[in-house]
């Protein structure tokens, strides 16, 4: 399969957004309460999604008939990811927890296979083979640290598992809407859950944010929940879920690379082995077959 450019350009963006976040994301948290720090960016970010949806002239409503399939992909792929991913980020690295997270593509072909009766082909098992094996050498130098804080990384898979689901069942769903309103409502009905759960764990310990966590809750509003969340769900349902998972795979490296420019975290060898495994995965799955490409020539 070929990416189209405006495919191309939503994939390119949400890479640098995604990746990038990853510190953006530990400077927060360590600045303001991390449920917290996901309600207020949650909050700040479905006024800028809406904006788009009223810019495009997209539909808001979704008819009664489809409200509980759409509750259903938001457990899957926002609710349990977020709140998850965000307990977890203060207990690790940056750029192993963008790793840890980023197990999703495997968890994703793995689901396919066991749950959807997916066959991948030779190049695209050696993909997710190849993607794997990046993830274990990003976590070459971090088992120790893993060790100590097994909740936090076994809850980082438990998160990645979910989302992968929810990929799968994005993919699949039936509901007859436009990508767009459905992020819209899947965000808005996960804020109200950040909220919640922020103000029940953390309300003795909310204060005017300080500068750095100003400025990360605006970045995560505007360009992860207004921007990179809607790209993912357009991609994940206009690809073929193993594209759209592996497509994503060097978000972890840039996650990695990141955190160790703006947060001093060590980068060893085996960062550099991973990402060219990455970019290998990355490849397998969306370069042109033989034939394809012969028949478009």
């Given amino acids: 399969m070929t990416l189209a450019p405006r495919q191309l350009a939503l994939l390119v963006g949400l890479t640098l957004a995604w990746g990038l976040n990853w510190p953006v994301m530990k400077l927060g948290v360590t600045h303001f309460p991390p449920l917290s720090f996901r309600a207020a960016s949650m909050l700040l970010g479905l006024p800028v999604l809406a904006a788009a949806l009223w810019w495009l002239k997209v539909p808001f409503s979704v008819p009664r ?7 259903g992909l938001t457990l899957t792929n926002m609710v349990v990811w977020h709140l998850l991913v965000i307990l977890s980020v203060p207990h690790l690295s940056s750029g192993r927890a963008a790793i840890l997270g980023y197990t999703m593509p495997v968890f994703s072909a793995l ?45 980082m898979l438990v998160a990645a598992a979910t989302w992968a689901l929810g990929t799968q069942q994005l993919r699949r769903t039936t509901i007859p809407l436009p990508t767009l309103t459905l992020s819209f409502w899947m965000t808005a009905a996960t804020t109200v859950v950040m909220v919640v759960a922020a103000a029940l764990a953390e309300a003795e310990r909310w204060h005017w944010p300080n500068a ?79 034939g394809a490409a012969q028949r478009a020539g």
């Fill in 65 to 71: 008939a489809h409200w509980r399939a759409l509750a």
């Fill in 111 to 155: 689901l396919g296979a066991a749950l959807f009766g997916e066959r991948l082909r030779p190049r695209q098992a050696a993909g997710v083979a190849a993607a794997a094996l990046g993830v274990v050498l990003l976590l070459w130098h971090e088992f120790d640290r893993v060790a100590g804080a097994p909740f936090a990384a076994a809850t």
């Fill in 212 to 290: 750095p966590a100003a400025w990360t809750i605006a970045y995560n509003a505007v360009l992860i929940f207004g921007f990179a969340h809607a790209a993912w769900f357009t991609l994940a349902r206009s690809l073929p879920p193993v594209a759209s998972t592996l497509s994503v795979m060097m978000i972890p490296v840039l996650g990695t690379a990141s955190g160790a420019l703006a947060l001093g975290e060590t980068l060893h060898w085996q960062d550099g082995a991973a990402a060219a495994l990455m970019v290998a995965a990355i490849a397998s799955v969306l370069w042109p077959q033989r």
